[in-house]
């Protein structure tokens, strides 16, 4: 696997951390975590599931970071990072995460809760790679089990695309969808432009759940104003044994 971007090109990967636990809760692997996705060379890393906090396990586990887990991912390798915190219990807080290569300009959490028991957020991110010559924008997703909750989420979504992301800016929107009957393809086509790499370039999205054993299209990554895209194949292992979610990556290039 290649080491770095071609010029003008960026690599993308989505993953759910399931809070840096195997399937079921069974395991911590944060540290295996934390190798896999940077063996994946990736310049902007989205994360759900990620844990800000959580001071049940900081006692429990010996490996356990002294920082936030999204700090611990990002190291050395991404500089800049945001955290968008979108539940809150006893012991601590999780939500969405974006790592980068590139400075973070800005960044703004956008809570999408539907009812009280699952909070949600879309966290948006301005980037400004000085290479480039033009902001970047990137939305983390993260929507909610039920399709009664996903309808207005994603009405919210393409409302904050509307409204915060310029017509002609390259925008990445990427993440954990939930939306195992893909009825957000046509919404979101319709009404932000934006083209799903997997389901461009294969004619249907990539099943990503549960990892071990893919069988739903879970998890997206979407485009708008890039010049190419191309999915960029992942082994199956470690992946399978580090969350109960498939991570995606792709290739996007942004100028001929």
């Known amino acids: 696997m290649r080491t770095e971007s071609p010029p003008n090109t960026l690599r993308i990967l989505t993953v759910n951390a399931h809070k840096g636990?195997?399937?079921?809760?069974r395991r911590f692997i944060l540290h295996e975590l934390r190798d896999a996705i940077?063996?994946?060379?990736?310049?902007?890393?989205?994360?759900?599931?990620?844990?800000?906090?959580?001071?049940?396990?900081?006692?429990?586990?010996?490996?356990?970071?002294?920082?936030?887990?999204?700090?611990?991912?990002a190291d050395t390798i991404w500089p800049d990072f945001a955290y968008g915190r979108n539940a809150v219990y006893p012991h601590g807080h999780h939500g969405n995460a974006l790592l980068s290569k590139f400075p973070i300009a800005s960044y703004d959490n956008i809570?999408?809760?539907?009812?009280?028991?699952?909070?949600?957020?879309?966290?948006?991110?301005?980037?400004r790679p000085p290479t480039f010559g033009v902001d970047l924008h990137a939305?983390?997703?993260?929507?909610?089990?039920?399709e009664w909750q996903r309808t207005p989420q994603l009405?919210?979504?393409?409302?904050?695309?509307?409204?915060?992301?310029?017509?002609?800016?390259?925008?990445?929107?990427?993440?954990?969808?939930?939306?195992?009957?893909?009825?957000?393809?046509?919404?979101?086509?319709?009404?932000?432009?934006?083209?799903?790499?997997?389901?461009?370039r294969h004619g249907r999205l990539a099943r990503t759940f549960p990892a071990g054993f893919p069988v739903f299209h879970l998890d997206r990554i979407y485009v708008r104003n890039v010049?190419?895209?191309?999915?960029?194949?992942?082994?199956?292992?470690?992946?399978?044994?580090?969350?109960?979610?498939?991570?995606?990556?792709?290739?996007?290039?942004?100028?001929?």
């Open 21 to 25: 636990f195997t399937f079921f809760n």
């Open 38 to 73: 940077r063996a994946t060379h990736a310049d902007i890393v989205f994360l759900q599931e990620v844990l800000g906090a959580h001071h049940r396990h900081a006692r429990r586990l010996a490996r356990w970071p002294t920082i936030s887990q999204y700090e611990f991912l």
């Open 139 to 146: 939305i983390c997703v993260h929507l909610g089990l039920r």
């Open 155 to 200: 009405e919210t979504l393409c409302n904050v695309i509307e409204e915060k992301v310029p017509s002609s800016a390259p925008l990445f929107v990427a993440g954990d969808f939930n939306d195992w009957r893909q009825r957000g393809q046509q919404l979101l086509d319709r009404c932000a432009g934006l083209k799903e790499i997997h389901y461009e």
């Open 111 to 127: 809570d999408v809760s539907v009812g009280r028991h699952e909070r949600r957020g879309l966290l948006h991110c301005v980037l």
């Open 227 to 256: 010049v190419s895209s191309k999915p960029v194949r992942l082994s199956r292992l470690p992946w399978a044994r580090l969350s109960d979610h498939a991570p995606l990556a792709a290739e996007v290039s942004l100028c001929p």
